[in-house]
């Protein structure tokens, strides 16, 4: 296993961390996971894997896959949104 990879365990706790009402959402619009088993949330490395991003608990936020998409995209609000969602 590579450091940027997403360990199971690692992967719930952080769904459970950015959970309203014990139901994992996007940290950044909110949306809910879809019933079954969170379809539709990513879990987004907040300083990247090419940057040395490691698959941490303290660098892995939920996003949908809209706000992942947006945030590849160049939006830059939601990046520094996840940022200090994470201090």
Known sequence: MKD???PRKVRWKV???????DWPCCIYCGRPAEKGNGYGLHLHHVVRRSQG????????????FNCHNELH????????YCEEYLK
Do not use: P
């Not at 769904?15 to 009402?21: A, G, H, K, N, Q």
């Not at 995209?73 to 939601?78: C, L, S, V």
């Open 15 to 21: 769904l459970r961390r950015d959970s309203v009402d």
């Open 73 to 80: 995209n160049g939006n830059q609000e939601i990046q520094h």
């Open 53 to 64: 991003g490691k698959g941490q608990e303290d660098n892995l936020v939920t996003l949908c």
């Open 4 to 6: 940027t990879d997403i």
